[in-house]
């Protein structure tokens, strides 16, 4: 497909575990997002990655959060030491141009921590 | 900071019925005004954007148009479906597209 796509879809594990998330981009597309969806906090910006640039890290949570990009194409966010608060859906988007083209975004991954 | 604000849901309809959706803004610069739509168990999808004062987004029978004087972009459909039933998210990105600011989503439901 062209879309974005991230795996896994769910992911279930214990507290105080280490999860890594990923998101492959439409291929071409330099700007890639990731955001966060959860029932008491609707969807927030997590980190912005655009070309060689160094990434928008502002809306990390705290510093158990991490993401990175490699080559320019797919994208892996971790989180440390989960915690119950950590469960939500992760989205990933991308857009070939931030400035005029809108973001498409992934299905997500169902992130569930027991 | 930039936020946007709409109108809680949910929103129950029947069938054939006149849809709006308000959706308000606070942003500098020059933002982006987006729809964007979760039909149940799916992803989040763009229904319909406008990038500048009074531009106006339509899809799919949905129309917004960008309001800089009341910094509104509402959404509407004169004849809703059953198949529309999904949470619907306003949106607007900076000038340079950093980042998107979601309201907080508003669940439609239509009943035939």
């Known amino acids: 497909g062209a879309g974005v796509s991230q795996s896994p879809s769910n992911k279930v594990t214990e507290k105080g575990k280490d999860v890594e998330l990923r998101c492959d981009p439409i291929?071409?597309?330099?700007?890639l997002y990731w955001y966060r969806q959860s029932l008491g906090q609707g969807l927030e910006f997590l980190i912005y990655f655009q070309g060689n640039s160094a990434p928008d890290k502002s809306g990390l949570p705290s510093d158990r959060f991490s993401a990175e990009r490699t080559g320019g194409s797919v994208s892996t966010l971790t989180i440390q030491r989960t915690q119950q608060e950590d469960s939500a859906v992760y989205l990933c988007?991308?857009?070939?141009?931030?400035?005029?083209?809108?973001?498409?975004f992934g299905d997500g991954t169902r992130l569930s921590i027991l | 900071g930039d936020s946007v604000t709409q109108m809680e849901g949910p929103v129950t309809l029947s069938e054939e019925a006149f849809l709006t959706i308000n959706c308000t803004y606070t942003?500098?610069?020059?933002?982006?005004l987006f729809w964007y739509v979760q039909y149940p168990g799916e992803g989040l999808q763009l229904l319909l954007k406008a990038t500048k004062a009074d531009d106006k987004g339509s899809n799919k029978g949905f129309e917004a148009t960008y309001r800089k004087e009341t910094t509104s972009f509402h959404l509407e459909k004169g004849s809703v479906q059953v198949s529309d039933s999904a949470v619907y998210f306003c949106a607007l990105s900076d000038d340079a597209g950093n980042m998107l600011t979601f309201g907080g989503g508003t669940r439609l439901m239509v009943k035939p």
């Open positions: 942003a500098t610069g020059y933002p982006s």
């Open positions: 291929s071409g597309h330099t700007a």
């Open positions: 988007a991308s857009s070939l141009d931030p400035r005029n083209q809108p973001q498409h």
